[in-house]
């Protein structure tokens, strides 16, 4: 049962141009999101973080939005650039227990210059 | 700027050996993450640590698996004997608080024969 899914595998956007990606969620206890972004043979390394409190965080190029009743969320890259290529995870985490996250499949980013 | 360090960095193995993997969180981090990431997939978590308690490791196969982290700051994932399905990427992670940012460090890559 994947409780975070990010339904499109790969995407290609022209230099400058905005890059959405998406991630839906299943369970309703899920109030905190994060994104990370991937190179390969690296670490995911974190880029922007959403509580369940707000719709919209932005820093710099990045925004995410939160639409809590559509249990989806997706982060804005504006304007693309060719060093944002890379893998994008979402993560999500529950207000009880442990406060693990659970990662979606991710999104390959291509920008193409 | 601190970082997570894992070693080694890439590891070649025959399956029904055995193997393990050392972490060292950022300095001042009580909660450390082993997840394990397969080729084209999210990064699952394997166990959570907060100090030295285990807090989550209901995904952790623990017939092969084991993991410690004795004095509360790094931490040993063992596996043995290892399969042939095992190959992954072994990544972990570290935050100051239980629903902080996650930092991860770059991983360490299994491949069994």
């Known amino acids: 049962d994947q409780q975070v899914k990010q339904n499109s595998p790969s995407l290609s956007v022209q230099e400058g141009r905005i890059s959405i990606l998406n991630c839906d969620y299943t369970n309703s206890m899920f109030d905190y999101f994060l994104w990370y972004k991937k190179y390969p043979a690296e670490g995911p390394t974190f880029l922007i973080s959403i509580s369940s409190i707000k719709d919209k965080n932005e820093d710099g190029r990045f925004t995410v939005f939160l639409n809590k009743s559509a249990k989806h969320l997706s982060l804005h890259i504006v304007p693309s650039q060719p060093g944002d290529s890379a893998v994008y995870f979402c993560a999500a985490s529950a207000t009880s227990g442990t406060y693990k996250y659970i990662f979606g499949t991710g999104t390959r980013l291509k920008v193409l210059a | 700027e601190a970082e997570v360090a894992q070693s080694p960095r890439y590891k070649i193995t025959e399956k029904s050996q055995a193997v393990a993997f050392w972490c060292d969180p950022i300095?001042?981090?009580?909660?450390l993450y082993w997840y394990r990431q397969i080729l084209g997939q999210g990064p699952e978590l394997l166990v959570q640590?907060?100090?030295?308690?285990?807090?989550?490791d209901s995904q952790l196969p623990k017939d092969r698996f084991s993991a410690e982290r004795l004095k509360g700051v790094d931490s040993t994932l063992k596996i043995q004997p290892a399969e042939l399905g095992d190959s992954a990427m072994y990544l972990c992670?570290?935050?100051?608080?239980?629903?902080?940012?996650?930092?991860f460090g770059e991983g360490s890559r299994l491949t069994v024969l």
């Open positions: 640590f907060q100090d030295e308690s285990v807090v989550d």
């Open positions: 300095s001042g981090h009580a909660t």
């Open positions: 992670a570290s935050s100051p608080r239980p629903r902080g940012e996650l930092f």
